[in-house]
């Protein structure tokens, strides 16, 4: 008996197919060889910590259960309340673009017409003089509209990268350290980029030490023929990637490659394929 | 032995009665637990609506884990997971009346580990096939054996001895691999 037989039949050992003999054996091994008596250890000391897994799952499960157990009722006053509140946001954005300055033409006109009075008075103005002064004041009012456009909702703090798969696992850089990482953003409202992911996908998803990831900012379900992993965005910066471009992330976790997912796939995936070359993906 | 199925059977007290059980099983099986209770919940009714295909040849425990598990996988597999919430069963709701918790939570032995370490294993877990993460989880439920696996899995006791085994070897080979980093 020694440690390369014990190594070879512990697989026998733990699923109990060892002989009489053989287990007689194995325990006087173990008593004298402390390596074999460590690796045995060490695969016991995985139950406990599957037991701890398991209790944490149960904890998840029974949190997940008990919150969303509402009556039918309840959840009708929910949504009312939901729709009061988006009429609230809308009615409230209203009025603040009616007292935006310059927003309003029977504000600034007012103010135009006292000023010029005094001119009048005097003399020096001409009619025309009130109309040019007012022409300014039009287009303003574009841009008290786009001064109320929603802010970036990414802070600049907000981690690098953040994703979560469909099941809620969530995912950063760090787990894709060693692998070579394909991001690519796509969404439902433009198909052709999320088509053209997909050909990348099919094209280069299947080499080693690569994965291919389409993220979307928003929890949505996948077109019809995609078959990329699908993750969403969970509040990080993406690699400071726009919507529909894709970035390439070496082995280390360095930027290699960035461009648009838009155009011709065969360029695209070509493109791609010669920086992972480069990097060392075949 | 196992006795034969009572015609009059009152499903709903087996189900309150299993149902702590059940839901260990669909944590286990489940690629992410908050989807526990909606699999146990459509495992029920479709216990429920087949009642009558049990033959009464293992306990109504093992039969309902077996239809769990089923449901587990389509789950994970089925692209719309938010099943609808159902609301079959009244009385076995997860927050009684009264208040009380039905007695399916396990003593916490997590609380002397500290949860980053817990989130990192069950991370580590995930990454398992699910043919060697389920029987490696079940084990862990209480009171769970070895025939009792082979009989919901449906595979030969032997099979989940060694797919147990081979889990051990690679969550211990992964848990070791991530601390040397």
């Not at chain 1, 791609?272 to 993906?281: A, M, N, S």
């Not at chain 2, 109504?60 to 389509?74: D, E, F, K, M, T």
């Amino acid at each position: 008996m020694d440690c390369q037989w014990f190594n070879a039949n512990l697989e026998a050992y733990f699923c109990e197919t060892l002989g009489n003999e053989e287990l007689l054996l194995v325990s006087e091994h173990l008593t004298t060889c402390l390596s074999c008596r460590n690796e045995v250890q060490s695969l016991r000391d995985v139950d406990p910590m599957v037991r701890q897994v398991l209790d944490y799952r149960m904890t998840k499960a029974r949190l997940a259960a008990s919150a969303p157990r509402r009556s039918i009722g309840f959840q009708l006053g929910l949504a009312g309340a939901g729709v009061a509140l988006a009429a609230a946001i809308v009615f409230g954005v209203f009025l603040h673009q009616a007292n935006e300055p310059g927003g309003s033409a029977s504000i600034v006109p007012p103010t135009l017409q006292s000023s010029d009075s005094p001119d009048t008075k005097a003399g020096k103005g001409s009619d025309s003089t009130p109309t040019v002064r007012a022409k300014p004041v039009a287009p303003d009012q574009p841009a008290a509209v786009k001064s109320i456009a929603p802010e970036p909702i990414i802070p600049a703090g907000a981690p690098e990268f953040a994703v979560i798969d469909p099941s809620g696992y969530s995912k950063s850089l760090s787990d894709y350290r060693g692998r070579v990482l394909l991001i690519g953003i796509w969404s439902a409202d433009r198909k052709e980029t999320a088509q053209n992911l997909q050909r990348v996908y099919q094209a280069l998803g299947t080499r080693r030490n690569l994965s291919v990831l389409g993220v979307s900012r928003r929890k949505q379900d996948p077109l019809p023929g995609m078959t990329f992993p699908v993750v969403f965005n969970d509040g990080s910066r993406l690699l400071e990637a726009r919507d529909f471009e894709y970035v390439v992330v070496d082995k280390e976790g360095h930027e290699q490659l960035r461009g648009s997912l838009a155009g011709d796939s065969n360029a695209l995936i070509s493109k791609i394929r010669t920086k992972l070359e480069q990097l060392g993906v075949r | 032995m196992v006795a034969a199925p009572d015609p009059q059977y009152d499903f709903e007290t087996a189900a309150r009665d299993c149902r702590p059980f059940l839901l260990q099983i669909a944590v286990a099986s489940a690629r992410n637990p908050v989807d526990a209770e909606d699999i146990v919940q459509e495992a029920l009714l479709r216990g429920f609506r087949g009642i009558r295909r049990f033959r009464g040849d293992c306990p109504l425990r093992i039969w309902l884990s077996r239809i769990v598990v089923r449901v587990a996988i389509n789950h994970h597999r089925s692209a719309a997971r938010r099943l609808k919430r159902w609301v079959f069963f009244g009385d076995v709701e997860i927050v009684r009346e009264d208040g009380s918790q039905p007695e399916f939570d396990p003593p916490d032995h997590s609380r002397n580990v500290p949860r980053e370490r817990i989130m990192d294993v069950d991370r580590q877990v995930n990454r398992l096939p699910d043919e060697f993460k389920m029987p490696l989880l079940m084990l862990a439920v209480d009171g769970m054996t070895i025939p009792e696996i082979a009989e919901i899995l449906e595979i030969p006791q032997g099979t989940v001895k060694s797919r147990v085994f081979y889990a051990r070897k690679r969550l211990k080979n992964a848990l070791e691999k991530r601390r040397k980093k």
